[in-house]
Structure formats: C-alpha cells, structure tokens
C-alpha cells in the first residue's frame, strides 16, 4: 500500500475532525477492551499462557532458520511448495507466477495483512486478474478502495450507513436494487453476491496466522468460516506468510491460540481455526490440487539479533491498539501504513524507514497499556524509545525540535542551573500572567493556547518546596 | 544464490553463526517428537459427564444448540425433529461416513439423504466430527474420503455429531488422538476447529450470525459414555 506515514500530523488532524470515525473508535475503546478483560479473568491460567507464548515464540526465533527449513521439509512431504521470497516484489511475481500456471481468471482472498504489505490485490489487478476479499470487513474496504484501518477490524471506521451506500452502488449489477439498511440483511447480501465467487474462483488466498514446522501446516483464524471456503473450493490455494510465523509443534500452537482470541475480540476461541496441510489427497472428495506457501521475508530477518527481534513475536492479535489512547484518538489510517497502533508505531520505521515513519515513535504518551495487554509481552513502550534515540542520533526531524531536545539535555545535565532557570521562567511566567494566572497565548507554543488557556505556575518550585520542607538536594 | 539461501544467511549472520550444529538441531527435532503439552489448562481435566457439561455450556454460549441421544440408532429421527422444528427442507447433505451411514435412516423414508462433498445449493449438511474439546466447546472435523470438509462450511445449517467417546478435555489430548488415528500420514489435508456458527461483528462491531459458513449449528452428543 502507499506509505503516507511522513503525513502523520495531517493525518490526526483530519482523523480528530472526523466524527464518524470518533464514533467508531468509541466503539473499539469499549467493546473490545471490555470483552478482553473478561477474557482474561476467565481464564486463571491467562497470565502464565501468556509467558509460555512469549517463551514459544522466543525460542522459535532463536532458531528461526532451523524451523523455517523444517517447515518448508514437511510442506514438501505433504506435496506443496514452499517459495522464499525476500522482498515484497518476489512475493508479488511468486503469486503471479502460481495464478497465471494455472490460467486464473479470478482470486477469492482471505484476509491477510502480508497481502497488504505487499500490495497484492493492486498487483494482480493491474495484471488482469480480479482478486475478490472475502472477509466482510475486508469486502466492504476493497468496495471503498481504502486500505485497513485495524489489524483485525479492517473496516471498523467505516458507519453503517457507509456501507449502505456501498452495497448500494456495488451489488445493484447483481440485482439488489434496493438500498438495504438493516445490518443483517447488508451480511446476508454479501453472503449471497460472495457465495457464488468462492466456487468460481481459480485460485483461493489465504494469510497464515501460524505455520506448524511440525506438520507442515498453515493455520488461519477467522470467525466468518470466509478463509475455509476461499481455501477448499478453488483448484489451487496459495497461503502468503511472513517468516516469524512458524511455530515448532501443535501443542506449541494450542498454548499461542489460548491468548490470541482472548486478546484480540475477547473471545475464548475464534469460530474457525483451520489447519490446511498439503492438496487434498487421492481419496479426498474436496480440497484443491495445489498447495502452495509464498514465505515472506520483508525486512524481517534483519531484525533478528537486534533490539527489534521482540517485535517479531507479534501474533497480530490488535490488542495493543484496541487499549491505546492515541489509537483511539487518530484512528487506524493516520498511521500511513499497513500496521497502525503501538504495534505500527513501532514496527513501521523498519518496514518503511525511520526518515519516512519518524512521526509514529512519538505517537505515544508511554502510558504502557499496550504492554500490558500484549499477549506476548513485547516491550512496545522500550522500542518506541529505542527509535525516538535513533531519531535524534541519526539527525532525522526538524532542526527546532532536535534545538529544543539539546537545549533541555544542556539544562538537565546541570542540575544546579535548570532550577534557577526554572524558578526564572516560573515567577516570568507568573508574572506575565498577572491577576488571573492565566495566560491566552505563550509564544513557540500556539498550538497550547489557541484553543485553551495556559495555567501559570503558583509559589514556588517543587525542589524549592522540597528543600524547604527538610528534602535532600544532591 | 537464492532467496532462500539469502534468508537463511542474513537470520544466521544476525544470529552470529552458521547453520545450527548437529548437537543443537537434534535438541530441537526431539522436542518437535516428544510432543511434549505446554501448559493446560486445569478447566477441562475433569471426569467425562462434567466435559459433557462444559462442553455443550459453552457451544451454546456460542450461540450453537445441543442436545444429546444415548443410543446412536435414534439419531435419525432427532434429524428429523430438528429439521421439522427449524422448518428446514427434508434434504440432507450426508459426509459418506459408516459412522452416519450405517443408521436407519430408511425408516425415515421422507428425508431425502444425498452423501458427498458440500454444494452451493445445500441448506443442511451432517458431519461427524472427529473430537470434541471441552475446555472451549470446540469440535474438531478431520478431512478424510468420509469426511469432505466442505460439508462443515456451505450448507446454511449445520449439524455435527459426536461420539462422546472422542469427548477430550484439552486441545492437546484431541491432537493425542489424532496422531494415534492417523499414525505415519501426518495431518490431513484439512483440520478445522469450529467453536459455534459463523458470525462477523464487521458493521460496527454489531454481532450477526451467518456471515460466510453456517448460521446454525447443532450438536448431537451420541452415547451413554460406556466403552464398546
């Protein structure tokens, strides 16, 4: 998709006028943080889970190229193919290679976010293959060509009044002529104008939220039962996943899938968690006849050995944005790119460049839910850190703002005169706002007081008090 | 070089070595064998007539039905009544499993039985399912010749039958005995766990049932839990 990161400030300006975005992002603040906190009680066992994932997930990454070739072993075993791909580019042309082997004509999709890493559906669009998502949240965002705006909610920004509309001037050619506003009634005319898609469709797409090096399985998750009919009608599924998805056995998956569902909607399980290993075999009635893996590096095996690698334990479950105020303020698609959240915010500097995503590590107030909640303990608040430093070290940013930051580091270096320039600026600001104490504009600081007063300091300095009340001072 | 070999070098340059010596590969290969279970959950290790309970208390808190007949030749016509009370048409998708096939469904001469894979046009499909996991509510469907997967997702409804006798109380004692069923062959082509009946909360995060696979599913225990 287009990166727009550099354009996050824009972004939120526009993302806070948006009412029904606010609308829609009232809604994940309590819907889904609410459904997770009684998942979580639900379970004694949840916060022990949750270091055996992050401990399953550790361990595969210290091995990582030991499960990747395992992974790839069983898949051939079971007759499928596995295509290496480092790059977006090579995943595209791998896809397209795999459509054009078998003449495809048409691709039903699951959801997947590696799909819209590499910008798949533009890809095969521009090669004259239509590719059709099946999720319905994905369904209605490709009908409204917009990317994701959630990881597991693609289409939580949009009313359904949107959607409406949408059905609207898309399902009129299969005869709906009527604008249908009941919210069932839109599920149940999507289910019928996809139906007949599933079993046309040459070739099915699906993501992979785990593949089990043990068997050879990919594993998807969904609660629309979408990615099992995208998979077993078409003559040839193609799975696209990025590398740090393998994970050693089933009992390995079983201990991540008990703190997936729990964190993402609140669920204890998803509806469907399909495990696909191989084409369908001699006796099989169904199934399709090829079974590929299109395994995406992306920047990944980059991160291995550094401070990153944490970052590739993600399940992509959502519950970091889910619990983020800033998330929950701007929406998905400030963030500019394919991950939003704590997760993007951390994540999209590698993938796109810090230069490019230097705004999203300082979409943050470290208030830390998001490492709270994660259900692998990724230290999210640490790296956003980590790449506020390499901001600065690396000189990326507007020169007034790394002035500032020098300036702050010069005073607090030195102790002794950052109290006496604060008691200065304190009783200067005191003093400027007069009787009131209040002051209606602070200059370098508009953006404070265009829209609300500044309150000026009272009395005396915190260390002044301090001292005065008997408090030590180095 | 490859894409591959370039992945595999840059994951070990990182990591500050070569390929994983033999010692080392042999560590984690037998930890793939041994199938060693993580930590489960304590909610259901419990004796099978409590799964039962957990089981279907939590399918229906899902929004799926249950219900259960002691003697596997009465499925046929708890079948029926189902379909009578949903007003559902009398065609039934059969998966061609001895384990249905084999009931006396002829003395029901009004329900029209067709065995095979799922088909757009089918409104009721029956399975049997290869496991249930109490802690979850969950069924496991194992593809095989008697068990086409698309049974489980295209017919609008959905009945699945479980022979209480497979009942597990964990995800990983369901895996046990897939791999004791299944021996050399590996997984099948399709494992599919499925936790009630297909919903999506994608229009503003409002729930509706239906979505994609069935909007009704309904689960008929078989057995009185004694062995054969």
């Known amino acids: 998709m287009q990166v727009s990161s550099s354009k996050f400030k824009e972004n939120a300006h526009d993302a806070l006028k948006d009412d029904n975005l606010r609308a829609a992002l009232n809604r994940v603040k309590t819907g889904f943080t609410t459904a997770r906190a009684n998942a979580a009680e639900g379970l004694p066992e949840f916060e022990d889970l949750r270091d055996k994932a992050r401990d399953i997930k550790d361990h595969v990454l210290e091995n990582l190229d030991y499960y990747l070739e395992y992974f790839e072993q069983k898949v051939i075993e079971q007759g499928g193919q596995v295509h290496w791909c480092s790059n977006a580019s090579e995943a595209r042309e791998a896809v397209l290679k795999i459509c054009r082997d078998v003449d495809a004509k048409t691709v039903t999709k699951g959801k997947s976010m590696i799909t819209e890493e590499i910008a798949l559906n533009k890809f095969l669009a521009a090669q004259g293959i239509e590719p059709i998502e099946t999720d319905l949240g994905e369904y209605i965002i490709q009908l409204a060509d917009e990317p994701p705006s959630h990881i597991i909610g693609p289409a939580v920004h949009k009313t359904k009044e949107q959607v409406t509309e949408l059905f609207h001037e898309h399902h009129q050619q299969y005869g709906y002529t009527e604008r249908e506003e009941d919210p069932e009634k839109l599920v149940g005319e999507a289910r019928a104008v996809l139906r007949h898609k599933y079993v046309t469709a040459d070739v099915g797409i699906t993501g992979a939220n785990f593949l089990v090096a043990e068997t050879g399985s990919t594993v998807i998750v969904t609660n629309e039962g979408n990615g099992d009919l995208t998979q077993s009608l078409p003559e040839t599924h193609v799975v696209v996943a990025s590398l740090e998805k393998v994970i050693p056995t089933l009992e390995d998956v079983s201990t991540v899938m008990r703190v997936l569902a729990r964190s993402a909607t609140g669920q204890e399980m998803s509806v469907y968690t399909t495990f696909s290993t191989g084409p369908k075999r001699d006796t099989d009635l169904d199934g399709p006849a090829n079974f590929h893996v299109v395994l995406l590096d992306g920047g990944r095996s980059e991160m291995i050995g550094t401070e990153l690698q944490e970052l590739l334990r993600c399940i992509r479950c959502g519950a970091c944005m889910n619990h983020c105020p800033v998330y929950h303020a701007v929406g998905g698609h400030s963030y500019g790119w394919v991950y939003p959240g704590p997760i993007g915010a951390a994540l999209n500097p590698q993938m796109v460049g810090l230069e490019e995503a230097r705004d999203l590590p300082n979409a943050s107030s470290f208030c830390g839910r998001c490492e709270e909640v994660c259900p692998v303990r990724i230290p999210l608040p640490k790296i956003l850190r980590h790449w506020r430093e390499e901001a600065f070290e690396k000189q990326v940013g507007p020169k007034p703002e790394r002035w500032g930051i020098e300036l702050w580091g010069f005073f607090a270096k030195r102790p002794w005169l950052y109290r006496r320039v604060t008691r200065l600026a304190a009783s200067l600001l005191s003093m400027m706002a007069g009787k009131k104490g209040r002051l209606k504009s602070l200059p370098f600081n508009n953006g404070w007081t265009s829209v609300r007063d500044l309150p000026a300091p009272q009395g005396s300095t915190f260390m002044a008090q301090w001292k005065s009340k008997g408090g030590r001072v180095k | ?228």
């Open chain 2, 1 to 228: 070089m490859s894409s591959k070999e370039k992945i595999l070098g840059r994951i070990r340059a990182n990591k500050g070595r070569g390929p994983l010596k033999k010692e080392h590969a042999d560590i984690l290969s037998e930890r793939i064998r041994e199938h060693s279970h993580n930590l489960v959950p304590k909610r259901g290790l419990i004796p099978l007539e409590d799964q039962i309970d957990l089981f279907c208390g939590k399918l229906e808190a899902l929004a799926a039905t249950t219900e259960r007949v002691m003697d596997a030749k009465d499925l046929p016509k708890k079948v029926q009544d189902y379909l009578k009370e949903h007003n559902l048409p009398s065609r039934i998708k059969m998966s061609p499993s001895p384990e249905l096939t084999d009931l006396p469904w002829k003395d029901l001469p009004t329900l029209e039985i067709v065995t095979g894979a799922g088909a757009e046009e089918d409104v009721v499909g029956i399975s049997p399912a290869f496991a249930g996991i109490a802690e979850t509510g969950t069924l496991m469907m194992a593809s095989g010749a008697e068990t086409p997967s698309t049974v489980n997702f295209l017919p609008e409804n959905h009945i699945a039958v479980l022979d209480i006798r497979k009942m597990k109380g964990s995800f990983e004692e369901a895996w046990d005995l897939l791999r004791e069923k299944n021996g050399d062959q590996g997984m099948p082509r399709t494992v599919n766990l499925i936790s009630g009946p297909s919903r999506t909360a994608d229009i503003e995060q409002r729930l509706i049932m239906g979505a994609h696979g069935p909007k009704n599913l309904h689960v008929i225990l078989v057995g009185d839990g004694e062995k054969d």
